[in-house]
């Protein structure tokens, strides 16, 4: 892989050839006509030429054979290549890091776990970071991984998510419940600066969500993630919503109960605290019972389409989650069943895709999405 194909895909950006490469990459190994490329994108022919010349230079794009056409000679199609450019990401939890390489396509062509402390420090964690990433590079690509990742042509960058509050444009973190030590931190520049090539952070929620999204899911939905915390990813009509300061999402501190538990963001009754500590009392039925609550709520303010289930919580037990979850849900549209318009069934409820390795694949997608029009990363 040559030095400057990452570069170049960077310098290649612009609203028309990601429109391109968007088309190119949902055609698969079949390809695309530079014909069809002009038609749905409403581009010239003459403007789509020269776009594909370029990608074709870069690497990005070749020849996948002729296809007939209804006149004339048969047609040149085009297909994305999937190894000219990888990205990488990390997620973050309170005790472990795990980490994906993913291609031009989102197939993952490299994953690493490894045990964390997130209350280590600082600079125990981008040490971390840095040195999991590095080996998960050097592993999944071969020798030519080989020295600083700066190195690596192919290579976007790292998408960063774990537990917020965070500054998702600053790249700082914030108060991150029960680690306040971290209040302040610039993780993305520390990062950028250790490894030499772009990051991205994001809270763990909107990575998730971003990933599921550009994977197909559709309309408005809500991702929440129980793990060692709780939160939630939002998806408005089929883009992400961080809000005006990127702090959408907050959901895991919504109080629910005014004399409940004290949480380890210092109120009392959230529904975090509730949920966890079902968790902890081997409550799963109470846990997916309280998490139902707090999902209608969610579902009552935003009018969303579906509730995704995920995190290593849940998917330790994800039938309870959804049958929970569902549960309370259909109750409450039961109730609501006089309104116009209201869906007797419930919103529907179901485990994201993914696994416990979809919120480091949503990281990836921070840096790679953007290359294809479909996020802000």
């Not at 002729?66 to 990888?86: D, F, I, M, N, Y």
Request: aromatic share 2%; glycine share 16%; charged share 20%.
């Amino acid at each position: 892989m040559g030095a400057a194909v990452g570069v170049n895909l960077f310098a290649l950006r612009s609203h028309n050839t990601a429109l391109v490469l968007d088309l190119l990459r949902t055609a698969g190994a079949r390809g695309i006509s530079r014909l069809e490329l002009a038609e749905r994108t409403g581009l010239t022919p003459q403007a789509v030429s020269k776009i594909t010349a370029r990608l074709r230079e870069a690497g990005l794009a070749a020849e996948a054979g002729r296809r007939a056409s209804t006149g004339g000679k048969p047609r040149t199609v085009l297909r994305l290549v999937p190894e000219a450019g990888h990205a990488a990401g990390v997620h973050l939890d309170r005790d472990e890091l795990r980490a994906v390489l993913v291609d031009l396509t989102g197939t993952v062509v490299g994953q690493r776990r490894a045990a964390l402390d997130l209350g280590a420090g600082a600079d125990a964690v981008v040490t971390a970071v840095a040195q999991e990433t590095e080996q998960l590079v050097r592993d999944a690509l071969g020798t030519a991984a080989a020295g600083s990742l700066a190195t690596v042509g192919s290579l976007l960058g790292l998408g960063v998510a774990l537990p917020g509050p965070l500054d998702h444009t600053q790249g700082v973190l914030h108060r991150v419940t029960g680690f306040p030590e971290w209040d302040g931190f610039p993780l993305r520049d520390a990062l950028a600066e250790r490894l030499g090539v772009p990051v991205v952070v994001d809270k763990d929620t909107n990575a998730a969500a971003l990933g599921l999204a550009v994977g197909g899911e559709g309309g408005s939905f809500a991702y929440l993630h129980l793990g060692t915390g709780l939160g939630a990813g939002l998806v408005i009509g089929g883009s992400l919503h961080r809000g005006a300061r990127t702090g959408a999402g907050e959901f895991g501190h919504q109080v629910i109960q005014l004399d409940g538990p004290v949480c380890g963001c210092g109120n009392r009754g959230c529904v975090e605290a509730l949920c966890l500590g079902a968790v902890a009392r081997r409550e799963v039925g109470e846990a997916a019972r309280v998490l139902g609550e707090a999902a209608a709520n969610l579902v009552g303010l935003l009018d969303i389409d579906l509730v995704l289930l995920g995190g290593r919580t849940v998917t330790a037990d994800p039938s309870a989650f959804v049958r929970g979850v569902g549960a309370v849900l259909a109750a409450r549209a039961r109730r609501e069943g006089g309104r116009e318009g209201s869906r007797e069934g419930g919103v529907p409820v179901r485990v994201a895709s993914g696994g416990v390795w979809g919120v480091a694949e949503g990281a990836a997608q921070l840096l790679l999405a953007p290359v294809f029009g479909r996020g802000d990363g």
